[in-house]
């Protein structure tokens, strides 16, 4: 294993933990009420996009059921990413979250039914970021290789604050986000111009 590999997978344990610990402390109100609606920088890039695809939230990551529920709600096309191995992940409209049914690792996906849909708005789960935009995934690169598919959508990451760390060691296939969501906090390098 590289010395990169090795800081990746150290970080990937400790960030989680913290994660974990984080979430476990919320209760449930608050854990209900965080990420329900976007702030205003990231309502207005929702505003401006056709197909928003956000993630199935599994344990202590960020939410995304009400932000699904607000999306319907100023109907946008809502997706939900279907995992092969080593492929990038594919994205099915989801117009009801009942659609949704145990995918790999057993995380909620699209069933077959669900057409497919290229996404302008990628909203990403990651277990750590930093100030220059960079996240740290499960390890398995789904993302990495979805923003290589969708170079033109717009990459947003959903975290808690305790993710936060000073240094993601990033290699030459990782993209940066353009903007990050935190409970407490929004970090960007989009522009938002009429």
Partial sequence: MSSLSAKK???REEY???RDAFYGQLDMAT???AFRRPPT???ELIERSECVALY????SEAPTERLADYLAEIGKTVAFPVCTADAPLEFRKVDNLDLLEAGFRDIAEPGEDCPSVSPDLIIAPMLAF???MQRLGQ???HYDRTFERYPDALRIGLAWSVQETEDIPAEKHDKPLHMIVTESEIIQTVELTS
């Fill in 139 to 141: 390890g398995g690169g």
């Fill in 41 to 43: 920088p990231l309502a």
């Fill in 31 to 33: 854990r209900g009420l």
């Fill in 56 to 59: 199935s939230a599994i344990g």
């Fill in 130 to 132: 930093d100030r220059s």
């Fill in 16 to 18: 989680r933990r913290r």
């Fill in 9 to 11: 997978k150290k970080l």
